[in-house]
């Protein structure tokens, strides 16, 4: 079930089209995307790296920032500690080759995913303080390890925090109180008393950031040589950890694409390599769903540090092996997510959870590592909050996603007492508890939901009602400007009443694609591509205008309807012409050096 909502957000819409130079439906779309004046427009379309916020203005950046560079004079051993995604891989390279160009003793951990679990734990610290370390860096986690940093310092090592996940926090009255470990610095934008101007950033922005604190405190020329290539690891993290591609993450991804285009980075390369990527025609969609996967998939069903050491990897050779590696992993881990999947359907029909709010899906042979990515499939279809728990070595782990309306890391905050671990933020979030307390969390977390029928219908959030005979070649052309499109700045949405239905031809492998004839309600004959399985379209004719619709529409027989007014459906014969209300995007197809403009088809009703 969907809910279009048609965003009426006000401002001079004319006066920003004359002042920017734009189409008025580009300066509506911009509007819908937070941006409240004309001066704001104009550095969401043309903001530089130099405009990114200061990284002093975070809390404890420069105690972070001279700790590094006190380390490195004096000699001492670092070791930083980063998670097994994308982002702690990410982040873990940024500070790793940043302390190394400022010629620091660094060496790299990354907890395995099966054995260590999230985070910073006991084993991580006790092996760091039997290896010499002196200072340990963290970077995508520690906010939520106050026991392991004091269990750090009492074994003589100093300890700098760098995270960007939600604070753990105890509540009093209403009144919530910040658990912060009691490290030589904690680095974190989501602090209470943080004052940094943008929240929403990744660990391996804040890696980044610290870097920039570093250059500015140290001025060294070899870190300088390397903060582009440090840019694109901060980039591609921002974009696989889902993070909203607005204010500064915006640019640091917009400029982190056009870097890596040429990036001097060999393990990068080859994996844009064995992906069969151009180079210069790399989105944050091929850092999202080609890029950023294979580098998961060592931290799912290997080890991270197999991603670590592609990124880190001076041979071209060693590169092109690890690279085939994890797309390899990465294969298999669709199909083991697909497996997984099919599953949790079957579950959710097994158990009626339909009739929950929050939906806790257990499943113990599925492998632990996928749990997330499964969630977010069941999330994506039936758009409730979501839980998928697996047997692991230590007991359940699992992952959370949720929706608009919903925070699962409060949520799990207040179920704390039936869990051992846990952490995340509002839309995600990861934890780890005993068998016997799952029926507990559930029962728990449903009778503390406060959600309605009208939370669990997907919004589809239309920037303008907007005939396709208005659109041009010129207004998809300024849209590409608004690029990298991704979370908080999706693809611009067009809605119009009344297509009527001509024909349907499909295409791609097994015909599971399709392009849709329509006429508009001015008579112009247009053409709609949709990636989406056209047997849903089908489907929907048949549920709309009477059984055997769909059918005799592909068969291209007659595709007008009369309608029934008991059932207010119709009969396949003469009649009415069939017609719909479309969601579409705008699209440029680029062939053999042609251009030609393209109607997306996302939504229909």
């Avoid at 760091?128 to 009492?154: F, H, M």
């Avoid at 990897?313 to 497996?339: H, P, V």
């Avoid at 589809?460 to 608004?482: F, G």
Wanted: with cysteine; proline share 3%; glycine share 8%.
């Amino acid at each position: 079930m969907e809910k279009w909502f048609v965003q009426t957000k006000k401002a001079d819409f004319e006066s920003w089209s004359r002042e920017l130079g734009i189409d008025v439906v580009t300066a509506r779309v911009l509007r819908n995307r937070d941006i409240l004046t004309a001066e704001e427009a104009k550095r969401f379309l043309g903001g530089s790296v130099n405009e990114m916020h200061d990284p002093f203005l975070m809390k404890d950046m420069k105690k972070a920032a001279e700790g590094i560079l006190d380390a490195v004079k004096e000699g001492k051993n670092i070791r930083v500690i980063g998670d097994y995604d994308v982002d702690g891989v990410t982040s873990a390279y940024i500070l790793t080759k940043g302390i190394k160009a400022i010629g620091g003793n660094v060496s790299t951990a990354i907890p395995h995913r099966v054995k260590d679990g999230y985070g910073l734990n006991d084993a991580l610290v006790n092996d760091a303080a039997s290896d010499g370390v002196n200072l340990i860096v963290t970077c995508d986690n520690g906010i939520a390890a106050a026991a392991q940093v004091e269990l750090a310092i009492s074994l003589g090592m100093d300890v700098i925090v760098t995270d960007h996940h939600e604070v753990p926090f105890t509540e009093d009255e209403g009144e919530k109180k910040m658990i912060l470990p009691k490290a030589l610095a904690v680095v974190n934008p989501k602090r209470y008393d943080c004052e940094y101007p943008f929240k929403g950033i990744c660990g391996a922005m804040v890696a980044y950031k610290l870097m920039q604190a570093v250059l500015s405190l140290g001025g060294n020329e070899a870190l300088k040589g390397c903060m582009d290539e440090l840019l694109e690891f901060a980039a591609l993290g921002t974009v696989c950890d889902i993070m909203e591609l607005k204010d500064e993450n915006r640019i640091a991804v917009k400029a982190g694409l056009k870097l890596m285009a040429k990036s001097s980075n060999i393990g990068l390369n080859a994996l844009i390599e064995v992906n069969s990527l151009d180079p210069s025609k790399l989105s944050a969609y091929h850092m999202g769903f080609v890029i950023g996967p294979c580098i998961n998939a060592s931290g799912r069903l290997d080890t991270a540090l197999r991603s670590f050491e592609l990124l880190s990897s001076k041979d071209k050779a060693e590169a092109l092996t690890i690279a085939t590696e994890l797309k390899s992993l990465n294969d298999s881990r669709k199909s083991l997510t697909k497996e997984g999947t099919e599953s949790a359907f079957r579950y959710i029909e097994e158990h009626n959870l339909a009739d929950k709010s929050v939906w806790i899906i257990y499943l113990p042979e599925v492998h632990e590592s996928i749990a997330g990515i499964i969630a977010g499939k069941v999330r994506e279809r039936y758009n409730h909050p979501v839980i998928v728990l697996t047997s692991g070595e230590d007991g359940v782990k699992g992952s959370g996603r949720s929706i608009e309306g919903y925070h699962m890391q409060e949520n799990l905050t207040a179920a704390a007492h039936l869990l051992d671990k846990f952490g995340g933020h509002a839309m995600a979030a990861g934890m780890s508890l005993k068998e016997e307390n799952i029926e507990k969390l559930d029962e728990f977390l449903n009778e503390r939901a406060n959600l309605s029928e009208d939370d669990f219908a997907a919004k589809v959030m239309i920037d303008v009602p907007m005939p396709i005979d208005y659109a041009t070649m010129k207004l998809a052309q300024e849209l590409e400007s608004l690029e990298p499109f991704g979370a908080g700045n999706p693809i611009p949405l067009f809605a119009m009443k009344d297509a009527e239905l001509l024909s349907m031809k499909r295409f791609g492998a097994e015909g599971k694609y399709a392009r849709y004839s329509i006429k508009t309600p001015s008579g112009k004959i247009a053409e709609l591509t949709s990636f989406t399985d056209p047997e849903i379209f089908l489907s929907f004719l048949d549920e709309k205008f009477g059984e055997g619709c769909g059918k005799r529409f592909e068969e291209g027989g007659s595709f007008s309807i009369a309608t029934d007014k008991a059932t207010d459906k119709g009969a396949v014969k003469a009649g009415n012409p069939i017609k719909i209300n479309i969601v579409y995007s705008l699209d440029i197809n680029r062939f053999r050096g042609r251009e030609s403009l393209q109607y997306m088809l996302k939504n229909f009703c």
